[in-house]
Structures are given as structure tokens and as C-alpha cells.
Nanobody, 119 residues
Framework: QVQLVESRGGLVQAGGSLGLSCAES???????????MGWYRQAPGKQRELVAT???????TYADSVKGRFTISGNSGKNMVYLQMDSLKSEDTAVYYC??????????WGQGTQVTVSS
């Protein structure tokens, strides 16, 4: 079983910054490889949407709404991913979920962490 542990989100004022981290818990007895990790978010009444992803080779993708404001980075050796969020807006308020695409096993999700941006 692959378990993803996210750092706690928080409350931040508009224009501020917040960082999130996510790590695979290393509790699995089965060896596996992670092909990509990423962050998704879900606001109340909306569908879950992609925020940013990073492949094991370092390639990144971003939602248009966060380009230039958010930065995703990762440590493939430790199965960790980080999301630095700058110039936050009220519309960034959501529950943020870490994801991992595990080779041959599918996609796994963290428990989600709330990020609230006050205007």
C-alpha cells in the first residue's frame, strides 16, 4: 500500500505565500517506482482539478490559473513533492491533494489539506 502524507495547509492573506509538501510514507513492504507526483485541488461545489505535476525525470506541468505563481519541485529519491504557492488569490482556496502515479499500481492520493486565502 502506498501512503502519501501531506503537510498541513493553512490560512493566508491574499498576496501571501504558502508551501505544501508531500512524502510517501515508506510503509509499504512492496518495492515500487513512482513515475510522477502532483497536486490537485477541489473547491466547494467544484470538481477536483489539476494544479501541477512533476515527472520522475523532472518535467513539470501547471494549470493555466497558477502559472507564474506556483512552483512544483520534487525529490525523486525520497518520493517527495513540494508546492510553493506565491501571490495567492482567494480563488486558490480549496482542499489540496497530493497524488502519485505508481508504475503498475495506479494513482494514489493523500488525505487532502485545506488552504484558505482571505481577501
Amino acid at each position: 500500500q502506498v501512503q502519501l502524507v501531506e503537510s498541513r495547509g493553512g490560512l493566508v492573506q491574499a498576496g501571501g505565500s504558502l508551501g505544501l509538501s508531500c512524502a510517501e510514507s515508506r510503509n509499504s513492504r512492496r518495492a515500487f517506482s513512482i513515475d510522477a507526483m502532483g497536486w490537485y485541488r477541489q473547491a466547494p461545489g467544484k470538481q477536483r482539478e489539476l494544479v501541477a505535476t512533476i515527472s520522475s525525470g523532472g518535467s513539470t506541468t501547471y494549470a493555466d490559473s497558477v502559472k507564474g505563481r506556483f512552483t512544483i519541485s520534487g525529490n525523486s529519491g525520497k518520493n517527495m513533492v513540494y508546492l510553493q504557492m506565491d501571490s495567492l488569490k482567494s480563488e486558490d482556496t480549496a482542499v489540496y491533494y497530493c497524488s502519485a502515479v505508481v508504475r503498475g499500481m495506479g494513482t494514489y492520493w493523500g488525505q487532502g489539506t485545506q488552504v484558505t486565502v482571505s481577501s
